[in-house]
C-alpha cells in the first residue's frame, strides 16, 4: 500500500529572491522533515533564507550528541527531556517577554510539565499529539475495545506496542490504573503496570521500532489493535482503513507535547532566535501543521482558521477534553526509568 507522503508547501519559494535581507545565521537541531518552511514561512520572508538544519532521530541520541560539543542554536525535544537538557547545561531559559504569541498558547500546554520549572520557562511548545491504542473499527467493536481488552485471549497474535519502556509502561500504568502516580511509581504500582505487560505479552504480535511497520500490519489485518502515536491513525485515515484512536473518558490515552529550546552554546544572534520561535508558533504555522501534517498546534488560533472538518475529523475539535482524560508524557524518575528498562528486557524475554 502507497502511504500519503507528507506534503512540502510552496513557501520554499520565499527561500529564495526576497531582497534586502542579509541570510540566516541561524541552526537547528531537528527531527528529520520538520526543515518544511511551512512552519517558518515569516522568518524566510524576514531574512531571506531558511535556518541550517542538522537531525537527530532520537532524544537520546541528541542528548548524547549535544553533551559531546555539537553546536546549533536550536533544539526540538518532547517535554520529557527538558529537565535532563536543563540539568546537563544544554539549554537556556525563554525570555517570554520576547514571544509574540506566548499569551495565544494553549493554556494547559504551557502548564505541563518541561515547559516551566525551576522558575524559568526552558521550551517554547509547538506541537503536541496524542499515543493511544490504534484499533481496526471492523474488527473490534467500539464497546468492546479497552485497555483491559488485551489481554483476552480472542486477541492471541493480534496486538502490537512500541519496543520502548516508557511508552509501553505509559499504557500499563493506564491499563493497570495506576496512571495517576506514572512519573514516580510505588514499588506495589510498578508491580501493576508490569504484570499488565506481562499479560498482554502472550497476545503481541510484535514489538514495534519502526511506525511503518505498525501502519501496515494495521492496514492489512495482521494486527488489529496498536498502541501508537496520532500520526498512525492519520495515515490509515488518508488510507481509508476503518481503524480510529480509542478516545473518551476512562479509556487510557497519553499526550506528548514537543517544542523549540535555545541552546547553551548558541551563538546566532538572538534577534533570529527569538525571530525563529514567533515564527513557529504563529497561527499560521499552527494552521499548515494541522492541514499538512495532522499534528495539533500550540497556538489556540490556529485551531479557529484552520479546516474544520479536518479538526473534527482528526479528533482536535476539543483539545481540552483531551487534556482532561490524558496522561502526560512528563520526566519519569532515573531510579524507576531504570527499573522500566530492564523490567521490559525480561517482559519481552517472557519472564
Not at 552554546?265 to 520561535?277: R, T
Request: hydrophobic fraction near 40%; include cysteine.
Amino acid at each position: 500500500m502507497t502511504y500519503k507522503a507528507l506534503t512540502l508547501t510552496a513557501a520554499a519559494c520565499l527561500v529564495a529572491g526576497i531582497a534586502n535581507a542579509e541570510g540566516s545565521d541561524l541552526t537547528v537541531f531537528d527531527w528529520s522533515g520538520y526543515e518544511d518552511p511551512g512552519f517558518f514561512g515569516a522568518y524566510v520572508e524576514k531574512h531571506g533564507s531558511a535556518p541550517t538544519y542538522s537531525y537527530f532521530g532520537s532524544q537520546e541520541e541528541a542528548f548524547t550528541k549535544l553533551q559531546s560539543g555539537f553546536e546549533a542554536d536550536l533544539a526540538h525535544p518532547c517535554t520529557d527531556a527538558t529537565r535532563k537538557w536543563a540539568a546537563a547545561g544544554l539549554i537556556q531559559p525563554i525570555d517570554t517577554s520576547k514571544l509574540d504569541n506566548w499569551d495565544a498558547m494553549l493554556p494547559t500546554i504551557k502548564e505541563v510539565d518541561g515547559i516551566t520549572f525551576d522558575g524559568e520557562t526552558w521550551m517554547v511548545p509547538f506541537e503536541w499529539g496524542n499515543t493511544g491504542l490504534i484499533y481496526r473499527t471492523d474488527e473490534v467493536p467500539e464497546d468492546e475495545i479497552s485497555l483491559q481488552a488485551l489481554t483476552k485471549p480472542e486477541f492471541q497474535g493480534k496486538v502490537a506496542i512500541p519496543d520502548a519502556a516508557s511508552s509501553a509502561y505509559a499504557m500499563a500504568a493506564l491499563g493497570a490504573g495506576v496512571a495517576d502516580n506514572y512519573t514516580n511509581m510505588s514499588d506495589e504500582e510498578f508491580k501493576k503496570a508490569s504484570d499488565f505487560l506481562r499479560a498482554v505479552h502472550p497476545n503481541v504480535r510484535f514489538y514495534w521500532s519502526d511506525a511503518g511497520q505498525l501502519d501496515q500490519a494495521l492496514a492489512s489485518g495482521e494486527v488489529v489493535a496498536g498502541w501508537a502515536w496520532n500520526q498512525t491513525e492519520l495515515n490509515l485515515i488518508w488510507n481509508e482503513v476503518p481503524a480510529q484512536m480509542m478516545r473518551g473518558e476512562g479509556k487510557g490515552i497519553a499526550t506528548w507535547v514537543c517544542g523549540y529550546v535555545h541552546l547553551s552554546n548558541a551563538d546566532a544572534p538572538e534577534e533570529q532566535v527569538y525571530d525563529m520561535l514567533n515564527a513557529l508558533t504563529q497561527p499560521d504555522s499552527g494552521k499548515y501543521i494541522i492541514e499538512s501534517w495532522g499534528y495539533p498546534h500550540s497556538n489556540s488560533e490556529a485551531f479557529e482558521i484552520s479546516d474544520q472538518e479536518l479538526i473534527k475529523t482528526y479528533g482536535f475539535d476539543d483539545p481540552q477534553a483531551l487534556f482532561d482524560n490524558s496522561l502526560f508524557f512528563d520526566a519519569v524518575e532515573p531510579e524507576l526509568e531504570a527499573k522500566m528498562l530492564q523490567e521490559f528486557e525480561r517482559i519481552k524475554s517472557g519472564f
